[in-house]
């Protein structure tokens, strides 16, 4: 098998971190013997669990001896919340390391790639790269930025509407749509709505699908005024969990309420329009170590993460129905762009069909 080949296997190993493995990478390995026959496999499953290289080493056991591992990311020589890979890999005398892309967090970068070639042994680099960086996105951008990567997700009419005048929005788009946006949440770190969301439909904003093994989801509001009731049914879950960020236009009493019920307040600066500073706010989560943020709206609040050029994605639900009206809720709001040369460029990366809505995930253009 060829390397490329090789390496997609390995590519597919790691997708069984896609829940789990946050906020580390997903990362897969495959051990081949001397023969060139796969002896081992393996993935990062879980933040804190073993790395991909030693999950695979310890399933080929001996047959590593002299054989050659494949990695969709360089392997770490820094103790982390476990001990270097490549010390792993030289204590199972492998003789060859096939690596995918470097790992960008900077106590690794390059310096895994080094050690294993100071040991004397022979590294490949680079296979199916641009597949393995993108199968990281989160983590590359959190890696480079310190702010989490930002997933805004939305459901909308044909006519690009989130909701009816009046704001009823249930349910724009299908039943299997709503799954794939549960299935969102336990990808990402943290869930963050706009304060008009929580008033308009009093959502739980929970992780319902049970695809991630841990159930703790840093819920975060954007609320300048502290409108947010402090007995919503968000606070009756996991309180614990809910961060709302306030500008000093709230009122103390309203902070003691909310913090009363369990929640935990900050204050930030605000905007031009007396928001909460977006900025501020997602270098807050980033500090926290919050490398993913799935938006849930509502209007205003995805204007202000694509104004702020803060959001990299958008996942769209498109539901074959149009709600029409100069009121109704519009899925971008704010005053929008005097131009279409200002407009936010996106990229489609996924165009598909789900039971009678139509999917387009589009990636932010960096400019
Ligand atoms: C690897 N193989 O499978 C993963 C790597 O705290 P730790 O010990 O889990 O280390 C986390 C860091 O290790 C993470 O930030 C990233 O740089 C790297 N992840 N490296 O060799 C793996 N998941
Ligand atoms: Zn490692």
Known sequence: MSWEALMTQALSLAERGRYGASPNPMVGAVVLDTEGR????????????????????AAAGERALGGTLVVTLEPCVHHG?????????????????????LDPNPAVCGRGVEALRRAGVEVIEGVESAACQALNRKFFHYMETGLPYVTLKMAVTLDGKLAARGGRSRWITSEASRHEGYALREEHDALLVGVGTVLADDPRLLRHLGLNPDPHLQRVVLDSRLRTPPECTLLRHRPADVVLFCTERATPADRR??????????????????????????????GRGVSSVLVEGGGETHWS????????????????MVMGGREAVPAVGGVGFASPQE???LEFVEVRRLDGDVVLVGEVVRV
């Not at 496999?41 to 290289?53: D, F, K, Q, V």
């Not at 919340?81 to 892309?101: E, K, Q």
């Not at 993460?305 to 074959?320: D, I, M, S, Y």
């Open 343 to 345: 407009a936010v460029r």
């Open 257 to 286: 309420a909310l913090e009363g019920s369990g929640a935990r307040v900050v204050e930030v600066g605000s905007d031009e329009r007396g928001r909460c500073d977006l900025r501020q706010v997602m270098k807050w989560l980033g």
């Open 305 to 320: 993460f694509l104004k702020e050029g803060l959001a990299q994605r958008v996942h769209v639900f498109l539901a074959p």
């Open 38 to 57: 796969v002896v081992g496999e393996g993935a990062h499953l879980r933040c804190g669990g073993p790395h991909a290289e030693v999950a695979a080493l």
């Open 81 to 101: 919340r476990t001990p270097p890979c490549v010390d792993a890999i030289l204590a199972a005398a492998i003789r060859r390391v096939v690596i995918g892309c």
